[in-house]
């Protein structure tokens, strides 16, 4: 199954704004992570932006399952990018 690189930005103040939904998001990860879904997802050191990388059948799942996530929904992820990755090793 083909895999895909997510790069977002967060909103400012991420710290504070994704207080309400961090919780939410947290366990919808792990139910990804567990499904094999979600190789790995998570910030940049400076919290500007986030890194992830998903195993699904095409883009337009990973889009929804991007979509889907409480970040998403509440701004917390502000825009985000897909792009098919070739894992090399």
Do not use: S
């Not at 967060?10 to 094999?36: F, I, S, W």
């Not at 991007?66 to 929904?73: K, L, M």
Request: proline share 4%; with cysteine.
């Amino acid at each position: 199954m083909p895999k895909y690189v997510l790069w977002g930005r967060y909103c400012d103040n991420v710290l504070e704004k994704r207080a309400p939904y961090r919780q939410a998001h947290l366990d919808r990860l792990a139910q990804l992570k567990e499904t094999g879904t979600l190789i790995t997802l998570g910030p940049t050191q400076d919290l500007t932006k986030v890194f992830g990388v998903y195993e699904a059948e095409n883009e337009a799942a990973v889009r929804r399952l991007v979509e889907e996530d409480p970040y998403w929904q509440n701004g917390i992820w502000t825009e985000y990018e897909v792009m098919e990755w070739i894992q090399a090793f």
